[in-house]
């Protein structure tokens, strides 16, 4: 059985690990939301959710433009090679 030193610790050492965990996980989350702010100006979460939703519709958009004018251009060269 272990004595009240050994468990306190012991107890010690998890929490000091802990708060360090905490500290770490701090520090990425500002570091995330420094760069959420200065590459795209959100300064909150709602915001970021906001301009994910925008980006991703713009990249689909860009991509069905992209597929469109990959077809426009196959069938015209396509025709082109016809002609010779």
Known sequence: MA????QYTKLKKEVDTATEQVAKAEGALEQIA???KKE???????QAKEK?????????????KFEDD???????????????
């Open 40 to 46: 795209f100006a959100c300064e909150t979460l709602k």
């Open 52 to 64: 994910l939703k925008q980006l991703q519709k713009e990249e689909k958009d860009s991509l069905e």
């Open 3 to 6: 004595t009240a030193v050994e």
């Open 34 to 36: 420094a760069s959420l």
């Open 70 to 84: 990959i077809e426009k251009f196959e069938d015209e060269w396509e025709d082109d090679d016809d002609a010779d």
